[in-house]
């Protein structure tokens, strides 16, 4: 059950406290009259409002806004709360006059917060925003600002990280300006980040705004922006830097030092070929493990080492449905197809997004008076604009501890029958389940198609959950009997394709085939979007260079089928050409530099047909054609500049 969609706000609606910052785009402030997730049993969140500058407002796609605003709607009731608890995405649109201004989200946790600590012996500074740029110096500059932090620190925030980015490139999000000054951390309770500056992120190939980097955390030149590999290449420079106690190096000896292998992944991460670069789950496996072998050291910390107590439930297997792309549509059926022209941009995005009850929800037209007994107030806890710039406000307090948790020691589980197969599997071991959507029934089997495959082993834990971040997850199911769970991955007819995700790229037989992922070479297909549940492969006619669509099996019915929106890679920038448009030839090669004034060439004319220079007349022509999909090919015609 959802509710309908965020609703936009009107400006005149909001009643405004103190500005809280300011910086190129516009000014933050607090609202004292909304909160967001007011039916949470914590009584919800308070909100602030970003306003965008009057210079800044022309070049903000109002579309785009309102498709992040609707992100959590899209996903699961748990998946829309982890968003708003690791980022402050936006929550609703903010219009003035018919127009969009500005949007509100969620203030900024108070843990996330520190008391910087002056120059002056004993005299303490007001508190402020917990940004990484301040662990990327010396250990003596750190401690003498108030903060304490260990190596096992570094690994586990950077940890925390990776899986963060994981879990959002899983949702369509790519960050883009991912750099310390947009990231948060803590170390009240455990080591973790929190992302703002959102409404900079790239959502299901759309961005707010004109794509922009920090000083010295751009990606390699020419390399396309708020992608995942570059999200991938900006988290090993956080990673280098961090442990270098340096704000611009590129040298992972120093990681290097506290793990050979976390240096080897900076070095693969950092190179200049995207494709190439590992994913955040592995830095996040490698991170995790790393983090093992080191001391907690000697800050003192709350108490660990706690184990969740299960709250009973049955002792046989259950499965876990793995996470999924849009709500469900009509069956689908296998099969692949051509799209349309690309279009220029991303579309409109569809209006009616539903909405997570307990997410978004607002509370108009409230007295200060109902709330003020309720908390501490915002302000005492709030910098003052003269601090760097402040994208969010705060005074929402630290959450409680889960009562779940228990520091009690696990009970040792009872020797593994060889009968059971969740008690003997091993990493690799395949299953056919034949048991329905509450309850596993495992038989082994060959890895063959229609099979689940083993992909980890969480002992000591029925935590369904502990599968959610591992690549190609689609299933978990567990033993309270042996407190195990086992993160099944299917094989589908349709291939490894099945798992790609957005910013892959995949390649087979214009038939039923299966299609592998490789690298995105030539005459490869680049995956736009998933989604899941549907066969209407019109969802994929807004993405731009959507040229090509496939539907690919998934387990136990159409529901968990996948539709992949694919791009053509073509040799270079004329395959996606336009009548008119302006390029810059160098050789052969043909590039979009986005200018006129910096191109030398323009296209004239566009057919379908390969090797056909007569259609260009007295025009110079380039093309290119592929045998495996020869209605992809094309002949493009140009003149000088």
């Given at each position: 059950?959802?509710?309908?969609?965020?609703t936009p706000?009107?400006?005149?609606?909001?009643t405004?406290g103190?500005e809280?910052?300011r910086g190129?785009?516009?000014?933050v402030?607090?609202?004292?009259?909304?909160?967001?997730n007011e039916?949470a049993a914590?009584?919800?969140?308070?909100?602030?409002y970003?306003?965008?500058?009057?210079?800044?407002?022309p070049q903000?796609?109002?579309?785009a806004l309102?498709?992040?605003?609707a992100?959590?709607?899209?996903?699961?009731?748990?998946q829309?709360?982890w968003l708003c608890?690791?980022t402050?995405?936006?929550?609703?649109?903010v219009?003035r006059?018919?127009?969009?201004?500005?949007?509100?989200?969620?203030?900024?946790?108070d843990?996330?917060?520190?008391?910087?600590?002056?120059?002056?012996?004993?005299?303490?500074?007001?508190?402020?925003?917990a940004?990484?740029?301040?662990?990327?110096?010396?250990?003596?500059?750190?401690a003498g600002?108030g903060l304490?932090v260990?190596?096992?620190?570094?690994l586990?925030?950077l940890?925390d990280?990776a899986?963060?980015?994981?879990?959002?490139?899983r949702?369509?999000?790519?960050?883009?300006d991912?750099?310390?000054k947009n990231l948060?951390f803590t170390l009240?309770?455990?080591?973790?980040?929190?992302?703002?500056d959102?409404d900079s992120?790239?959502?299901?190939?759309a961005?707010?705004l004109?794509?922009?980097?920090?000083?010295?955390?751009?990606?390699p030149?020419?390399e396309?922006?708020?992608?995942?590999?570059?999200?991938?290449y900006?988290?090993?420079?956080?990673?280098?830097?961090l442990?270098?106690?340096d704000?611009?190096t590129?040298?992972?000896a120093?990681?290097?030092?506290?793990d050979?292998?976390?240096?080897?992944?900076?070095r693969a991460?950092?190179?200049?070929d995207p494709a190439a670069?590992p994913?955040?789950?592995?830095?996040?496996?490698?991170?995790?493990?790393?983090?093992g072998?080191?001391r907690p050291?000697?800050?003192p910390?709350?108490s660990?080492g706690?184990t969740?107590?299960?709250?009973?439930?049955?002792a046989?297997?259950?499965?876990s449905?793995?996470?999924?792309?849009?709500?469900?549509g009509?069956?689908a059926?296998?099969?692949?197809?051509?799209?349309?022209?690309?279009a220029?941009?991303?579309?409109?995005?569809?209006?009616?997004?539903?909405v997570?009850v307990?997410?978004l929800?607002?509370?108009?037209?409230?007295?200060d008076?109902?709330?003020?007994?309720?908390r501490?107030?915002?302000?005492?806890h709030?910098?003052t604009?003269s601090q760097?710039?402040?994208?969010?406000?705060?005074?929402?307090?630290?959450?409680?501890p889960?009562?779940?948790?228990?520091s009690?020691?696990?009970?040792?589980?009872?020797t593994?029958s060889?009968?059971?197969p969740?008690?003997?599997?091993?990493?690799?071991d395949?299953?056919?389940?034949?048991?329905t959507?509450g309850?596993?029934?495992l038989?082994?089997?060959?890895c063959?198609?229609?099979?689940?495959?083993?992909?980890?082993?969480?002992?000591?834990?029925?935590?369904l959950?502990?599968c959610?971040?591992?690549?190609?997850?689609?299933?978990s199911?567990?033993?309270?009997?042996y407190s195990r769970?086992l993160c099944?991955?299917?094989?589908?007819?349709g291939?490894?394709?099945?798992?790609a995700q957005q910013?892959?790229?995949v390649f087979g037989?214009?038939g039923a085939?299966?299609?592998?992922?490789?690298?995105?070479?030539?005459?490869?297909?680049?995956v736009?979007?998933?989604y899941s549940g549907?066969?209407?492969?019109?969802?994929?006619?807004n993405?731009?260079?959507?040229?090509h669509?496939?539907?690919?099996?998934?387990?136990k019915g159409?529901?968990r089928?996948?539709?992949?929106?694919?791009s053509?890679v073509?040799p270079?920038?004329?395959?996606?050409?336009?009548?008119r448009?302006?390029?810059?030839?160098?050789?052969s090669?043909?590039?979009?530099?986005?200018?006129?004034?910096?191109s030398n060439v323009y296209?004239?004319?566009?057919t379908?047909?390969?090797n056909n220079p007569a259609f260009?007349?007295q025009d110079?022509?380039t093309?290119?054609r592929?045998?495996e999909f020869p209605?992809?090919?094309?002949t493009v015609?140009?003149?000088?500049r």
């Amino acid at each position: 059950m959802s509710a309908g969609p965020a609703t936009p706000v009107e400006f005149a609606a909001l009643t405004l406290g103190a500005e809280l910052g300011r910086g190129g785009q516009g000014s933050v402030h607090q609202v004292r009259n909304k909160r967001i997730n007011e039916s949470a049993a914590d009584g919800g969140w308070e909100v602030v409002y970003k306003e965008y500058a009057p210079a800044v407002l022309p070049q903000v796609d109002s579309a785009a806004l309102a498709a992040a605003a609707a992100l959590p709607g899209r996903l699961t009731g748990e998946q829309g709360r982890w968003l708003c608890e690791k980022t402050a995405w936006p929550a609703t649109v903010v219009r003035r006059g018919g127009q969009t201004c500005g949007f509100l989200m969620r203030a900024v946790p108070d843990r996330f917060h520190f008391t910087l600590r002056t120059l002056a012996a004993g005299n303490q500074g007001s508190p402020r925003l917990a940004t990484l740029e301040y662990l990327l110096n010396e250990d003596a500059y750190v401690a003498g600002i108030g903060l304490t932090v260990a190596d096992r620190d570094r690994l586990l925030l950077l940890a925390d990280l990776a899986t963060t980015l994981d879990r959002l490139h899983r949702f369509g999000v790519t960050v883009g300006d991912l750099s310390p000054k947009n990231l948060l951390f803590t170390l009240t309770t455990k080591p973790e980040c929190f992302l703002i500056d959102c409404d900079s992120a790239r959502t299901d190939g759309a961005t707010v705004l004109p794509q922009a980097e920090t000083p010295d955390w751009h990606v390699p030149t020419g390399e396309e922006r708020a992608t995942r590999h570059s999200d991938t290449y900006k988290l090993a420079l956080l990673a280098v830097r961090l442990f270098a106690r340096d704000q611009n190096t590129t040298d992972p000896a120093a990681l290097a030092a506290i793990d050979p292998a976390l240096g080897a992944l900076a070095r693969a991460s950092l190179g200049t070929d995207p494709a190439a670069r590992p994913t955040p789950a592995a830095w996040a496996e490698h991170l995790a493990s790393a983090s093992g072998s080191l001391r907690p050291g000697n800050r003192p910390r709350a108490s660990g080492g706690a184990t969740r107590n299960p709250s009973g439930g049955p002792a046989t297997p259950r499965p876990s449905v793995g996470n999924g792309g849009a709500s469900a549509g009509p069956a689908a059926t296998g099969g692949t197809g051509t799209g349309g022209a690309a279009a220029a941009g991303v579309g409109k995005v569809l209006a009616a997004v539903a909405v997570a009850v307990a997410l978004l929800l607002f509370v108009a037209h409230r007295d200060d008076s109902d709330r003020a007994d309720a908390r501490s107030p915002a302000a005492s806890h709030l910098p003052t604009a003269s601090q760097p710039p402040y994208p969010l406000g705060s005074s929402v307090r630290t959450a409680q501890p889960d009562p779940t948790l228990s520091s009690a020691r696990p009970t040792t589980p009872p020797t593994p029958s060889p009968t059971d197969p969740i008690a003997t599997a091993g990493v690799g071991d395949c299953f056919f389940d034949t048991g329905t959507s509450g309850q596993a029934d495992l038989n082994p089997t060959t890895c063959t198609s229609g099979a689940f495959k083993v992909v980890r082993i969480n002992e000591g834990s029925t935590d369904l959950g502990g599968c959610t971040n591992v690549p190609g997850n689609d299933e978990s199911v567990s033993s309270k009997r042996y407190s195990r769970v086992l993160c099944l991955s299917y094989q589908s007819p349709g291939g490894d394709s099945y798992h790609a995700q957005q910013g892959d790229c995949v390649f087979g037989p214009s038939g039923a085939d299966p299609w592998s992922v490789l690298s995105c070479r030539i005459a490869a297909f680049k995956v736009l979007t998933v989604y899941s549940g549907t066969s209407d492969h019109s969802k994929c006619d807004n993405w731009p260079h959507y040229n090509h669509w496939r539907t690919v099996p998934g387990p136990k019915g159409a529901d968990r089928d996948v539709l992949q929106c694919l791009s053509m890679v073509f040799p270079d920038d004329a395959g996606y050409a336009t009548v008119r448009q302006c390029l810059s030839k160098s050789g052969s090669t043909f590039t979009n530099v986005g200018s006129c004034e910096r191109s030398n060439v323009y296209v004239t004319g566009r057919t379908d047909t390969p090797n056909n220079p007569a259609f260009c007349g007295q025009d110079a022509s380039t093309y290119w054609r592929s045998n495996e999909f020869p209605d992809l090919g094309y002949t493009v015609c140009w003149r000088w500049r």
